[in-house]
């Protein structure tokens, strides 16, 4: 078998009170048991689930939509191909015009990334919670056009703040079972290649339109 020859962390971490989508409660941590009094140590957790790095199901926007443990395992690996856009202005909508210099690099089945550098800015600040780059309709389309799996963000969702911004994007991309990857952890090492083999495998949340992930890039030898 092939040896992994790099691989990269593309996720944001979990804890107490991280950043998140601005109209939901912020995470909650803390010790149900701890080693003085219980032996062992173990934690509760109270989260979002479309919180730091995650998976979008259709049903997070189509109540008749596959729910998350519905879509087939398989469909959460696959090649991928970094998208270079750091140094993109605040509130961009990513429209034709930054894929197309990739129409001859993505291909039938890819995971596109979209690297905006946005993941680096995460904190609680009104540029990461309300000013990150998204995903315009005309671009969700063109990923559609070139029958794409998936598609990454390291913002806070692949579309942007507002319904008029949010809603395109994840309506176009989940009615054609393509899956948004939301608030990655995007850097230049990406781009040491030109493309990667991806990992984004959800938690199996039996009914829920979305699920945190450890998303992974990895290249063999």
């Known amino acids: 078998m092939p040896s992994i020859r790099k691989i990269i962390d593309l996720s944001q971490p979990v804890y107490h009170n991280c950043p998140g989508w601005p109209t939901y409660e912020m995470v909650d941590v803390r010790y149900e048991a701890i080693y003085p009094n ?117 913002g806070l969702s692949i579309g942007g703040w507002g319904m008029e911004k949010a809603v395109p994007p994840h309506e176009i991309l989940l009615s054609n079972e393509i899956w948004p990857l939301e608030e990655l952890y995007l850097t230049e090492e990406l781009f040491t290649e030109e493309r990667w083999f991806l990992c984004a495998f959800p938690l199996k949340l039996k009914g829920f339109g979305g699920a945190p992930v450890r998303a992974v890039a990895m290249v063999f030898d």
């Open 38 to 154: 219980d032996g062992y140590t173990a934690e509760r957790i109270q989260m979002n689930v479309h919180t730091a790095t995650h998976l979008d199901a259709p049903f997070h926007f189509y109540p008749e939509g596959k729910t998350i443990e519905q879509i087939p395992i398989d469909r959460f690996q696959g090649e991928a191909v970094p998208v270079d856009l750091f140094g993109i202005a605040a509130d961009t909508p990513i429209g034709v015009e930054h894929l197309e210099p990739y129409k001859d690099v993505v291909r039938s089945g890819d995971i596109v990334l979209l690297c905006t550098g946005w993941g680096k800015k995460r904190g609680y600040t009104n540029e990461y919670y309300h000013q990150w780059p998204y995903l315009s309709g005309e671009g969700a389309e063109w990923l559609v056009d070139h029958k794409v799996k998936g598609v990454g963000l390291d």
